[in-house]
């Protein structure tokens, strides 16, 4: 867990606008109930991302899915009906990726507003070693060997370039917008 909380410390000093959205106390996911539903365990940082924030939308072009408390089922079903992956697989056209729940199927965890996923890949078994994949709009595949918030971390903090994105991205000073109910914010 120490470990964890030192990814979203990375995260939030490479994105320090994102900080205004953090909730006072924990947001309290029922994992046991989110992981049912997806039939699988999630990575314990991003874990800890989700009960510290609500979704968040990164420059009006990178929208981070977090599970909402009390609508886990919804969110694990979000993750796994992905039908433009399900048709690029049925053509051919995502290399050797498979739609979750294949196995090593991937599960997606963000997008982007020009047609750019994100997802973990579920494989190995560890979730707390599944890397990141990019799928770009223009049907481009990347795999980095970081877990999500750390991914975010280097992405922000300009150490991880990742090829296929707008030039703009990430911009040098990115704004970030907190969806969800914002009784759940902190105030400070």
């Known amino acids: 867990m120490a470990d964890d ?22 947001r309290e996911v ?10 699988v365990a999630l990575p314990s940082d991003f874990r800890s991302f989700s009960e510290a924030y609500p979704a968040l939308v990164i420059d009006d072009f ?3 899915s977090l ?5 886990e089922a919804l969110w694990a079903s979000g993750r796994t009906e992905d039908d433009i ?5 049925e053509m051919g056209d995502a290399e050797e990726y498979v739609p979750y729940p294949g196995p090593g199927g991937l ?6 507003n020009s047609g750019d996923a994100f997802y973990w890949k579920t494989s190995p078994a560890d ?20 877990g999500a918030v750390e991914f975010l971390a280097r992405v922000y903090g300009r150490v991880i370039d990742v090829p296929g994105m707008p030039r703009n991205f990430p911009s040098d000073s990115p704004q970030v917008l907190g969806l969800g109910d914002r009784t ?5």
Do not use: C, H
């Open 127 to 146: 979730p707390e070693k599944w890397p990141v994949v990019i799928r770009t709009d223009n049907g481009e595949w990347f795999e980095f060997p970081v």
């Open 85 to 89: 992956l399900q048709d690029l697989y």
């Open 30 to 39: 029922d994992w046991a109930a989110l992981e049912a539903a997806l039939g």
């Open 67 to 71: 599970p909402v408390p009390g609508e």
């Open 5 to 26: 909380m030192l990814r979203l410390e990375e995260l939030e000093a490479a994105l320090p606008a994102m900080t205004r959205w953090r909730v006072s106390g924990r």
């Open 184 to 188: 759940d914010r902190s105030t400070a």
């Open 107 to 112: 599960v997606s965890w963000a997008e982007s």
């Open 62 to 64: 990178l929208m981070v």
